[in-house]
């Protein structure tokens, strides 16, 4: 069983992107990653791709986009919501399936404003760090479902 990971921050173009590369990017894995926005960016924020490459991640296929698309009947369900932001999780927690997971991380307070290298890096390090501990304390495992009697 694959099991679905949504990062959610607040324009998707930057932790949420990134989040989802790192995590995508051990295909030895059953966990898909996703991210999304709560006000989706026009395009990935400017040295995203440069932090990636430096980690040798690819940022080809990631864009910004919205929430709402798995909120959709055809979407992935997720089965780990993880909140990037303040604001993220909070916005969207009635939404999520009752089985999902809700993680709320709120990798810094200003998220939106992460430019230059050294932010980007730093925020790159901080969500590594916090997805390999989700994966040694099994924190991406999905809410085991209910049985019905």
């Known amino acids: 069983m694959t099991v ?11 932790l949420g992107p990134m989040a ?3 995590l995508n990017a051990d295909d030895g894995r059953s966990i898909r990653a996703f991210s999304a926005g709560l006000s989706p960016a026009p395009a990935l924020a400017e040295g995203v791709a440069r932090v990636l490459a430096a980690h040798g991640l690819v940022a080809e296929g990631l864009q910004p986009k919205s929430w709402q698309l798995f909120a959709l009947p055809h979407a992935p ?5 993880v909140g990037l932001s303040a604001a993220a999780l909070a916005a969207t927690r ?7 997971r809700l993680l709320d991380w709120c990798v810094g307070p ?9 932010a980007l890096r730093d925020a790159f390090h901080e969500l590594r760090r ?3 501990l989700a994966l040694e304390e099994g924190a991406f ?9």
């Not at 679905?4 to 930057?14: E, H, P, S, T």
């Not at 200003?110 to 050294?118: F, I």
């Not at 495992?141 to 009697?149: D, H, M, T």
């Open 20 to 22: 989802e590369a790192y």
């Open 130 to 132: 916090r997805i390999n």
């Open 77 to 81: 369900v997720p089965d780990v919501v």
């Open 110 to 118: 200003h998220t939106t404003r992460l430019v230059g290298r050294d």
């Open 4 to 14: 679905n990971v949504l990062f959610l921050c607040d324009d998707n173009a930057r």
């Open 94 to 100: 009635r939404v999520w399936p009752t089985h999902a």
């Open 141 to 149: 495992r999905p809410v085991a479902l209910r049985q019905i009697a």
